[in-house]
Each structure stands twice: as C-alpha cells, then as structure tokens.
C-alpha cells in the first residue's frame, strides 16, 4: 500500500517504504553516502578507486539533470550535452581569460544554459517526438562547429585546458581527487533531493501529465508549453552545473567531449539502465555504468581488445530495455514491492 | 424569474481542410444547465466542432463566446481553467498516475489552496462512487471505469460547461443507463451544462431535452428530440430508416 492512502492529497510517487518504515527510507539514503564518504578512510582504497568514484557520481549528476526533462517530463532531448559544454566552456574561459573562480563560473554558466534553454525550448519544444529530438541534435552540433570556430575562445578543436594552480579551494582544484569526492557527493544529494521534490510537487504531476498524454493534460487545464519550457529549463541548468564540475575534476574540455552526441549519449545512460522517471534510476545507474566501464576496461586491457567497455554499455542497454524497460529500479521495486522509488 | 443565462454560443463557425468543408456557418446556443445532445452521421463535423470548441483547434471562421466572452483565441488550458470541460472519444487518461492524481491533476490547476483539492478529490470520488478504485491505475479499470474517471478528472476544479464525446460508446445497457444516471445528477447537483455527442440515439432521445443535428458540416435541425424525429429533413438525410432509433 502506498502513502496515497489518503486519498484526495496523495503525492504522486510515494511509496510503503516512505510511509510505513521512515527508518528504512532513511538507512537507504543513508547507506549509500556513508560508504561514498568513508571511501578515502578505508584501507584498501586507492586513488584509482576514488578516481573511478568520482566519475561514477559526476556521471550520476548528468543522468540526474537529464532525467528531469526525459524520465520525469518524457522530452527526448538528445542534444543535451549543449548545456553540459555550456558549464564547462563557461566556467574554463571565465577562468583562464579573466580569473574568475569556478564558484562564480558555474552560476554563471548555469545562467547562460537557463537563456540557451529559453532560447532553444521556444524553438522546438511545440514539435512532437522525434522531431523535438532532432532539432536538439541540430543545436548540438552546431555548437560543435561554433566551438571550433572560436579558436581564440574556445581553443578550437585542440579544446580549452584549465590553468592548473595546485591545491587550491578558490581555483577549486586539487592533485587528488579526495576533494572532487566529497563535492561531486553533495551535488549527487542536492539533485536527489530537487528530483524527489519534482516527483512529489504539483509542478512534477503537470510534468508527467504531459508526458503521459499532452492533449488530456490541456483537457485537464495544465499549460503544456510552459510546463515543458519549465522542465527543459530546470533541467539545462542541472546539466551545466555538473558540467562545472565535469571541467574542474578532468581540467579540459574539447568540442567533441562538450558537444558531441557520443557525450549526449553517455549522460542519457544511467537514467535509462537506473531507470526513467524515478530519483533512484540515474544513481543506480551511473553506479552501475562506471562499474561496467572499468571492468571491462580492465579485462579489455587483459585480453587486448580496444572499446569493449562501448560494447558492455550497448549490450546493457540493449538487455535493459528488453528486460527491464523502466530499468533496474524499476525491476527491484517489482521486486521489493517498491522500496527504492 | 430571470431569463436563463447563455452559457455557450457557436457562431457562424466554419472550418476548411483544404478545398474540405468540415463546418460550415455553425450556430447555435447552449443555455446554462441545459443538457444538449450534438448528433450527426460520420464526417458530419461533430468532432471537428467540438475540437474547436474546446480549443484544440481554431475555427476558419466564426466566433464561439463563454458566458459571455468571446473565448475563439483562448487556448484549450485557460479554456479548461474557465470551467470548460470535455472527455474524449477514445478516453485519455493519465495512465502512469493513480485514478486520485488523475483527478487532481486537474482540481490543483483551478485552486490554489492544497486542502481545497484534498477536499474537492474527494468530494467528486464519492460523488462518482470512484473511492474503492482511487489508488488504482487507470490500466486496472473496467471501460465503464476508465470513462467515469475521465468525467471526474473533466469536472474536478471547476465545471460550468461539461462537453462529453461519445461516452457511452463501448458501454453495455447498464452501464451506460448508471453513466447517464451519474451524469444527470452532477447537471442537477452542480448545476452543469452539458453537451453530450452520442452515436446511440435512443440513449440520448432519454437524457437529453433538445438535439442539434449536423449532416454535411451544417446545422440541419435544432429542436426536442420527439420534434427532430419528425423533421422530414433529419429522416431523409440522417435517420433515414432508423428513425424508430429515436423513439
């Protein structure tokens, strides 16, 4: 039974577990981030450890923001490494050119990704499905040629690298990746805890009206076009903030790496494997995607065959949608009778 | 006694596809809680109409006032927001989200206050006898069900004008005599206007006082069901031999 025993003030996305055992909703919360944070103490942990880590969470934090429009809003956006360069480039030139602090560089990227994404969501969010996404790999990849154009700004295709200070919290730099840990870690909660406010808000049920049905959502009084403007916008600004902290942990950025569709790809996978929709889906599966990728790496590098970890990915996905259409969490909560919602 | 308020009028509303005249110079009134019946053969214009209606599509032509307002540009949201509400052929729900969200999708777009939409949900679940089936998905329900949601979540916030496109259609007698019992009650309770286009002619001859009959885009009668049965231009281009259907 879910928290929507009441009936007339349910929240969409409440389940037994939030109702009936807050101790267990907190200890699933709660266990995860313990482990991350006490990974530098433990022993047996190394750099590379720590290091594969902090990807897994940054990766975690795209799939976060691009669940919000995809999962939650049901807008195929697959050009949404446009705002994942925006908060890189933004952050690296504002550096580099004028000194400017990342802690400043993001906002200010995020801001520029919220009039993109006006900008960009006026233009084609009134298209349907798959001409929506096609329009969003259209922006994407001019803005692959505009970035290498620019070579003054950008550093064309040779890309843009930070100016490496040391340690430093005011660069927001360091020689280990101890610091990115536990920064990336809070940026994981922050966007765990907008995400569940979105599935329990009324903003988030008008978002999956429209996913659901969009001319019943109109029937029903939701404003359509503004909803999705809405969710497009929230979510480009997640992505450029994580993209912030995409640049300051690998300290460089290319037009491929910020642009391109491989990059577009890559941060759509953990909501899609973790599952669509959900708070849990990007974390299980950027978790799981890490862990995959640096496995095979690791047996590729054993048995000599190059880009294995692209065909684990693919494979994966391709036994997730088969499989497990509303991916991992949504298999457990079958599972489990939904405690990981 | 004052005169009865317009609640809706249609004005010389036409509507081409191309070189396709779907509508042509359309009018007429509703009256403020009066219960209509819209019929007409296929491709009368029945669902062009009621698309341009409820704002889904503009007219080529023509006018369509609310309560008074001119209401033609408004958007199908704002129009819904006014109290102008409309169920679908096929029916349209909110299929990831229980039967209660569904409903209060709807209710939370009119009112502001969160114990107003608790208390509205559950005033139109009890209303529409929907409280066992309210944790329920849309996809668990009887087709009787899926439509008795639709009509709830279409009159949840506010209703002045309910707009109902064939709800009886795939309904045995039963159910669709309960839904018609159901949906006189809330034009009584509520004071709803209702406007019903109906395929099953002698169901709507029992629900409704007046019929407007569409065939080839235009207005061709326009009067009691007993003296639309009757119209010699109704039998000889709609009823034909069915004409006992109505009575």
Known sequence: MSTNANVAGATVTGTASDAGSPMRSFLIIAIPIAIVAALPLLPFVNNYIIAATVRALIFITLGQAWNVVAGIGGLLSLGHGVFLGLGCYTTGILFNKYGIPPWIGVWAGALLSLVFALVMGSMTLRMRGIFFALATVAMSLALVQLSRHFVDLTGGADGLALKFLGDSLWAMQARTPQPFLYGALVIVIIFYVITRWILGSKFGMEMMAVRDDEVAAAAAGVAVFRTKLLGFVVSAMMTSFAGGLYMQYYMAIDPEAAFGLSQAIQLQLPALLGGLGTAWGPIVGGAIMIFLSEVTNWGSTKIGVEGADILVYGLALLVVVLRAPKGIVGLLTRQFSGSTR | ?247
């Not at chain 2, 839904?179 to 099953?200: F, W």
């Open chain 2, 1 to 247: 006694m004052s005169a009865p308020v317009c609640a809706l009028e249609v004005k010389d509303i036409s509507r081409n596809f191309g070189g396709l005249v779907a509508l042509r110079d359309v009018s007429f009134k509703v009256l403020e809680g009066e219960v209509m019946g819209l019929i007409g053969p296929n491709g009368a214009g029945k669902s062009t109409l009621f698309e341009i209606i409820s704002g889904n599509m503009q007219p080529s032509a023509g006018q369509i006032t609310y309560f008074g307002d001119d209401c033609t540009e408004l958007p199908a949201h704002r129009r819904r927001r006014a109290g102008m509400c409309r169920t679908f052929q096929k029916v349209r729900l909110f299929e990831s989200m229980t039967v209660a969200n569904n409903i209060r999708v709807a209710a939370s777009q009119c009112m502001a206050d969160a114990g107003d939409v608790r208390r509205e949900v559950a005033a139109i679940l009890s209303q529409l006898r929907l409280e066992a089936q309210a944790e329920r998905h849309p996809a668990e329900l009887t087709l009787a069900d899926r439509k008795r949601v639709e009509i709830a979540r279409a009159i949840a916030g506010h209703c002045r004008l309910l707009m109902l496109d064939e709800s009886m259609s795939g309904l045995t007698h039963d159910e669709a005599q309960y839904l018609i019992t159901e949906i006189l009650a809330l034009n009584r309770s509520r004071g709803i206007t209702v406007i019903v286009v109906e395929h099953v002619l002698s169901v709507l001859a029992a629900m409704v006082k007046r019929l407007v009959v569409l065939h080839n885009a235009s207005v061709i009668a326009d009067g009691t069901p007993s003296q639309v049965a009757n119209d010699p231009l109704v039998i000889e281009a709609y009823l034909g031999t069915k004409q006992k259907a109505l009575r």
